[in-house]
């Protein structure tokens, strides 16, 4: 691409150029997120190892038990209050029939023996529901007794698995701070020597006609690298590793920059020089030439060379123009200063 190439093109290529970018972000990111995927340690087996299968099956069975005893009383407590309603109604009729004896009793009148027998069925009835009261009551009871044995059982255990559940903790945050340093390194290790060699080609192939696509592959890879060190990197590291990056970065264009405005490429100074010549200016001090025509001339204020004989068809010629106008002939020297090396 030059200041030749149509606009049309230029901005076909600077447009292809964004979208390679997102596309390479885009296809990094997948391999990235595949290697976020690697196994870490297994949490249940760093368990069993510090806590022990036996205690483990323990606190499984302890929890079930107390899981079915809970149960176990529920039911109970609403067999208890079921017989206690069929109790209370048993009580009730119980004692309409004994009013009922009683008023005939009172009347002076002998019972019907139905009378009397119904009394009895209906006492031994009101009996035999509390007696079944009574049973719910202790069969709670007993449950109850059970729960709380449960709970000290499982206090105890508790207590013991406590400490090994912390050892266990601490292990299992070991291995995973381990399993995050390896994935950082496996990251690392495959956009570094991306960023590296991108960097590589963008700075010694600076004319290259693929440029604009090694400098996608720099681009991302740069965004993943600082996504990278910012996602495994504490903070405190991240801060000093961001600032030397972007400081190394600023000194890298800066020394470019400088070096270009030192030594200039050919193009600048020739378009440069081209720019002198046409509004007879000197190149290097930009002293205006005098018109005068036919013979070799160097600046009256800097001391380059302006005009000099070509070596080839020995007609004058720029000096600092790398074509003789008249023979065409093509000179290295132009590339030197015009001025004359001082004697040392
Ligand atoms: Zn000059
Ligand atoms: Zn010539």
Redesign the pocket.
């Known amino acids: 691409m030059n200041d030749n190439t149509p606009w049309v093109l230029r901005w076909t290529i600077r447009l292809l150029s964004v979208l390679l970018l997102f596309l390479f972000v885009w296809l990094q990111g997948f391999l990235i997120g595949d290697i976020d995927d690697m196994e870490g340690p297994d949490r249940q087996a760093v368990e069993n190892k510090y806590v022990g299968p036996e205690l483990l099956r323990s606190e499984r069975e302890l929890t079930q038990q107390k899981k079915e005893l809970e149960r176990a009383i529920s039911r109970q407590q609403e067999i208890k209050a079921n017989r206690r309603e069929a109790m209370s109604v048993a009580q009730q009729t119980w004692n309409q029939i004994v009013q009922e004896h009683r008023r005939e009793l009172d009347a002076g009148r002998q019972p019907t023996k139905e009378l009397s027998s119904t009394l009895a069925e209906t006492q031994e009835r009101y009996l035999r529901a509390t007696a079944t009261v009574e049973e719910a009551n202790n069969e709670v009871g007993e449950l109850q007794q059970r729960q709380h044995a449960l709970i000290i059982e499982e206090e105890s255990l508790a207590g013991s698995l406590t400490d090994r559940r912390d050892n266990a903790r601490r292990a299992y945050t070991r291995l995973w701070d381990a399993h995050r340093w390896r994935v950082a390194a496996v990251k690392l290790a495959f956009v570094v020597p991306i960023f590296l060699l991108s960097s590589w080609l963008v700075w010694k192939r600076s004319n290259a006609i693929f440029r604009p696509m090694i400098l996608a592959l720099l681009l991302s890879s740069f965004y993943w690298l600082g996504v990278v060190m910012h996602q495994h990197f504490p903070a405190e590291y991240f801060k000093y590793i961001g600032i030397l990056a972007a400081i190394t970065i600023v000194v890298a264009f800066l020394l470019h920059a400088l070096r270009t405005a030192a030594k200039p490429q050919d193009d600048i100074l020739l378009r440069r020089r081209r720019e002198a010549y046409h509004s007879s200016r000197?190149p290097?001090?930009a002293?205006p030439i005098p018109q005068e025509k036919g013979g070799a001339m160097s600046?009256a204020?800097?001391?380059?060379s302006l005009f000099s004989e070509c070596p080839d068809c020995g007609k004058i010629r720029h000096h600092l123009l790398p074509h003789c106008r008249h023979c065409g002939a093509e000179t290295e020297r132009w590339r030197t200063l015009g001025r004359p090396v001082p004697e040392p």
Do not use: H, N, V
């Open positions: 000197c290097e001090c002293y600046c204020s800097c001391g380059a």
